[in-house]
């Protein structure tokens, strides 16, 4: 497995719960399309919060399947279809975490941009941190990775102690985050340092509608095959 596959942002909800409920709740995984659907729009430990349908959610399954980093597991008995990862840490993959690394990537994914001291918080629930500077270390370990950094640390907002990190794993939420660290003179003022939830959900957006634009236009080609036949 390469960072070279790029995941939208809802792609990157349905990964990172997928990882969330390996660790959280075993005994509950792999995951039944209903089960992935309640996680992805859960109340708690996300950001955006999301309101996808099974349908929605369905198509993300599939278009991850195509891209080998989802696959169908369901246990002996089981009356529905089961789904769980091969993104990480499988034998079908060739991507790596330590569990410290597993639970930093896995919050990124769900609530987006955090600080070490948001993220030792957040990320206890799935691996032990000391304290917030055990943290970073992790964190710019996966910044540092030579086969390609995982997390890029962000420009500190004004008024905050700690600079976020933030996933590089969505092509274009990455393009957007370095293009916002390369121009961010350190002279601005406050309201030009800030950067607004409504640019990051934008960015998001966008990159869920270019999904979206690239599966239609290959679900038109298969038709268009189909028709040809």
Do not use: W
Request: glycine share 6%; net charge neutral.
């Amino acid at each position: 497995m390469s960072l070279k596959i790029v995941l939208s942002a809802a792609e990157a909800r349905v990964i990172g719960c997928l990882l969330e409920k390996q660790v959280t709740t075993p005994d509950q995984y792999p995951l039944s399309l209903n089960a992935l659907t309640n996680a992805c729009n859960q109340k708690s430990n996300r950001d955006p919060l999301m309101s996808l349908g099974e349908t929605e959610v369905q198509q993300l399954i599939d278009a991850l399947v195509r891209k080998h980093v989802i696959m169908e597991r369901s246990g002996f008995g089981s009356r529905v279809p089961k789904y769980q990862h091969c993104y990480c840490n499988t034998e079908f993959s060739g991507l790596r975490f330590s569990p410290q690394e597993l639970a930093i990537v896995c919050e990124l994914l769900l609530r987006g941009p955090q600080t070490p001291g948001e993220l030792r918080t957040r990320a206890a629930r799935m691996a032990d941190f000391a304290d917030s500077t055990e943290c970073e270390r992790v964190l710019e370990g996966l910044a540092g990775r030579a086969e390609g950094a995982v997390v890029q640390r962000l420009p500190r907002q004004p008024g905050r102690r700690e600079a976020r990190y933030a996933h590089l794993l969505s092509g274009e939420l990455a393009a957007a985050l370095t293009a916002e660290a390369a121009t961010t003179p350190a002279a601005h003022s406050a309201a030009a340092h800030a950067a607004p939830a409504t640019d990051m959900r934008l960015a998001e957006l966008e990159a869920e509608v270019r999904a979206l634009r690239t599966e239609l236009a290959e679900l038109r080609a298969g038709l268009a095959e189909l028709r040809a036949q």
